[in-house]
């Protein structure tokens, strides 16, 4: 919060909305899912990518204004697996376009204390796009401010999916769960039926 007074002054067209802010109720995550660029660009007869394109200013300005706050954690929700349907040319602009933007952007997240990290199915990017984003994910890593999680390749039945098989997972290393069928497995089971 201190930060986001040190930006704006007396006059300025945000002061009086800074000074009207809360600290104490602010939350300590934002979850936001990015959605609507191509719609944008196509109400503006210009081609989705323009969209994309577009929507970068909106998040930098996000983030920073998340870390001006002193929000701990800004979850961006940005590719996810249904994304993968669309033309293979725009899918392999949002991933040129990912790699340019972190690239571009890693010297203000370093210079903002910003910490940046990866969510999703990272393992079925392109192996271009994964290892820029691991590389950026690391050189972040030690930074204390703000932490920005971009989903990347994420989709909510597969998390759903993913938590039950490693619940699954955790009962059977424990003993809890036998293979044999779910009257087998006991108390993990019991009320589900």
Known sequence: MKALLEVVR???RDWEL????????????????????????GRRLLPRVAGHKAGIGPVRATVEACARLGIKALTLYAFSVENWKRPRAEVETLWRLLRFYLR???PELQKNDIRLQAIGRLDALPS???RELEAVV???SRNGGLLVNLA????????IVDAVNAILELAKLEGRL????????????????
Request: glycine share 12%; hydrophobic share 40%.
């Open 104 to 106: 571009k952007e890693l």
């Open 10 to 12: 007396p006059g300025d």
């Open 128 to 130: 271009q796009v994964r």
């Open 18 to 41: 800074a000074q009207a802010i809360d600290p104490a109720r602010l939350p300590a995550h934002i979850a936001i899912i990015m959605d609507g660029n191509g719609r944008w660009a």
């Open 138 to 140: 690391e050189a972040t």
């Open 152 to 159: 990347i390749n994420y989709s909510g039945r597969s998390e």
């Open 178 to 193: 036998d293979t044999v069928g779910p009257r087998a497995a006991g108390p993990l089971w019991r009320g589900i039926e």
